[in-house]
């Protein structure tokens, strides 16, 4: 099965800190996702990448950036944390082309910023 | 803009009985449909999915049905389960160059004894 891990289950940070959320997924698939997961939002779309070194806008980057130096590894990056950004972030990859099968999710972190 | 639609935040059903999910979705270009199931503190797992070519799709207990002259669809699941009790979303993507998801606001489902 393919895992995708994500490094932290609950984090905890302060405003205006750097945050890096990390996650690695051991099938070799080319794409990689972030998504945060609010009440009454559902998922919504941070930033993807395509390929190692490639990445692209979501439907809500700001605030956020991300690094793929490698092909398992999927960061994102909280330039300096707010408490809006307090969300279950998740993280997934898929294989190309696998679409009758979805995403495969990270087990997610649950980040507070206080 | 909401591109995919989920209109009933939750849905309370006796287990044995079934469950109907929908889901609503504005944009034409899409030809893709998933259903993901969530349980709390766990990410979000695969369930079923459909192409746009299909207009029913079953796994089990579980049927998905598309109506695109609606731009509609729909999980059923028979018999309900405790287990089943869960947050669902649906989601949508569109074309072959991108595997780009576009998730619903989710359904909670709970299946009481």
């Known amino acids: 099965d393919v895992k995708v891990t994500q490094s932290s289950r609950y984090l905890v940070k302060r405003t205006g800190e750097k945050v890096f959320l990390e996650c690695v997924q051991d099938?070799?698939?080319?794409?990689m996702f972030w998504y945060r997961q609010d009440p009454g939002l559902g998922l919504r779309l941070i930033y993807f990448s395509y390929d190692v070194k490639m990445k692209e806008k979501g439907d809500i980057p700001e605030g956020y950036s991300v690094s793929r130096e490698k092909k398992e590894r999927f960061s994102l990056i909280l330039e300096s944390a707010s408490t809006n950004q307090t969300s279950m972030y998740l993280c997934a990859s898929v294989g190309a082309p696998d679409r009758a099968y979805g995403y495969t999710f990270g087990s997610g972190t649950r980040l507070t910023v206080v | 803009d909401q591109q995919v639609k989920q209109n009933s935040p939750s849905l309370s059903v006796q287990e044995g009985r079934i469950s109907i999910l929908n889901c609503d979705y504005t944009?034409?270009?899409?030809?893709?449909f998933l259903w993901y199931k969530k349980y709390p503190a766990e990410g979000p797992t695969f369930l079923i999915s459909?192409?746009?070519?299909?207009d029913k799709n079953e796994d089990g207990r579980f049927t998905v049905f598309l109506n695109k002259s609606a731009k509609h669809l729909s999980l059923h699941i028979v018999p309900s389960q405790p287990g089943d009790s869960a947050v669902y979303f649906c989601?949508?993507?569109?074309?072959?160059?991108?595997?780009?998801?576009?998730f619903g606001t989710g359904t909670r489902l709970q299946v009481f004894p």
């Open positions: 989601a949508a993507s569109a074309g072959v160059d991108t595997d780009k998801l576009i």
């Open positions: 944009n034409s270009m899409f030809d893709y």
């Open positions: 099938m070799d698939h080319e794409n």
């Open positions: 459909i192409s746009s070519i299909k």
